[in-house]
């Protein structure tokens, strides 16, 4: 993809796009603590910066029906994970507004790359409805800790 590309879809993203961290809770039951990946999407009238960022990064491309009755469709794109943290290592060098965001889900992936996990023993219904129990690996308490630091950061910075 081209610089000129990219710096164009940072100025998008620096004016409308979303960069944030979504927090899934586990059922108490699963043993497992909460779950934490970043997001970033992007909503506009018009569909040009959408599909150019869907064809080079993928994600999640839908149409969203307007809440009003004079408003115009918008446009939206989703990208998580993986997904997500290939879209803004490309565009990190051209951010300028929301470049603090950017980084802290950056530093998020490298802690989920390098992440302390432990193995526990879960009990879990198999598919035949009886309780069997697997080992799994979940993450320590401190490793929580910082990811929660993480989520409490760009809540913040997104207010």
């Known amino acids: 993809m081209r610089k000129t590309d990219l710096a164009y879809i940072s100025g ?29 999407a992007l909503k ?37 994970n993986i997904k997500a ?12 507004i929301k470049k603090v965001r950017a980084k802290v889900l950056l530093d998020l992936r490298e802690k989920i790359e390098t992440k302390k996990t432990r193995k526990q023993k879960c009990p879990q219904k198999n598919r035949w409805g009886k309780t069997a129990v697997y080992t799994k690996d979940v993450l320590t308490q401190k490793e929580i800790a910082t990811r929660e630091k993480f989520f409490q950061r760009i809540k913040s910075l997104n207010k």
């Not at 506009?44 to 491309?61: D, N, R, W």
């Not at 943290?85 to 300028?96: C, G, H, M």
């Open 12 to 40: 998008v993203m620096d004016s409308d796009g979303y960069f944030g961290i979504v927090k899934r809770i586990q059922p108490p039951k699963s043993g497992i603590g909460p779950c934490y990946y970043e997001k970033c």
């Open 85 to 96: 943290n290939i879209f803004i290592k490309a565009i990190y060098p051209y951010l300028r």
């Open 44 to 80: 506009q009238t018009q569909p040009e910066a959408v599909e150019l960022i869907y064809k080079h990064f993928g994600g999640h491309l839908r149409i969203d029906q307007p809440k009003m009755k004079k408003a115009k469709p918008l446009h939206s794109l989703q990208l998580s």
